[in-house]
């Protein structure tokens, strides 16, 4: 639990780094003690950790598989973020030993997807609303490109 809020302070101090702030800049802003923040990134992580622990039971109770294509899918949309190329990218996974962190990632966002599709949602004039409704727009818009 201590390594992932360690890894969520070092992703918000590299967050406000990129903006030109500094973590003790930010949190004289919020009027937030380096403790208090440190007791919400516990939270957010212990709160992010049952989250996995429930789609895992639930990949697992629906047998949910991870083909080599959606495995690779994930694998080249964190490469283009990450601004390296997609081999590039996975070696270094496999050198970290984190590759089965990804695997684990794209089961669990299967297995959300599978509750999204069996649970009914409605407007508050009980009017039922779909993914596409509460993205915003229809799939087609949210296509992208993999050529890049």
Same mark, same amino acid.
């Given at each position: 639990?201590?390594?992932e809020?360690? *890894?969520?302070? &070092?992703?918000m101090?590299?967050?406000l780094?990129?903006?030109g702030?500094?973590l003790?800049?930010? %949190?004289?802003?919020e009027?937030?003690?380096e403790?208090q923040i440190?007791a919400e %990134?516990?939270?957010? #992580? ?6 996995q622990?429930l ?6 109770a629906?047998?949910?598989?991870v083909?080599?294509?959606e495995?690779? *899918?994930?694998i080249?949309h964190r ?5 390296? &190329?997609? &081999?590039?990218?996975?070696? &270094?996974l496999?050198r970290s ?12 966002g299967?297995? %959300? #997807?599978?509750?999204?599709e ?6 508050s004039?009980?009017?039922?609303l779909?993914m596409?409704?509460l993205?915003?727009?229809?799939a087609?818009? *949210?296509?992208?490109? *993999?050529?890049h």
């Open positions: 639990m201590r390594e809020v360690d *890894h969520r302070k &070092q992703a101090t590299d967050q780094e990129r903006i702030a500094s003790e800049e930010y %949190l004289s802003a009027e937030k003690t403790e440190d %990134l516990t939270e957010a #992580a212990t709160e992010g950790v049952k989250i622990l789609l895992d039971t639930l990949a697992d629906e047998d949910v598989q083909s080599d294509d495995f690779g *899918h994930e080249m490469a283009q973020r990450a601004g390296v &190329q997609p &081999q590039q990218y996975y070696d &270094q496999v030993g984190t590759a089965g962190a990804i695997f684990g990632d794209v089961r669990r299967k297995a %959300l #997807a599978l509750v999204m069996r649970i009914k949602i409605t407007d004039a009980g009017n039922e779909n596409d409704d993205r915003g727009g229809s087609d818009e *949210h296509d992208h490109d *993999h050529d």
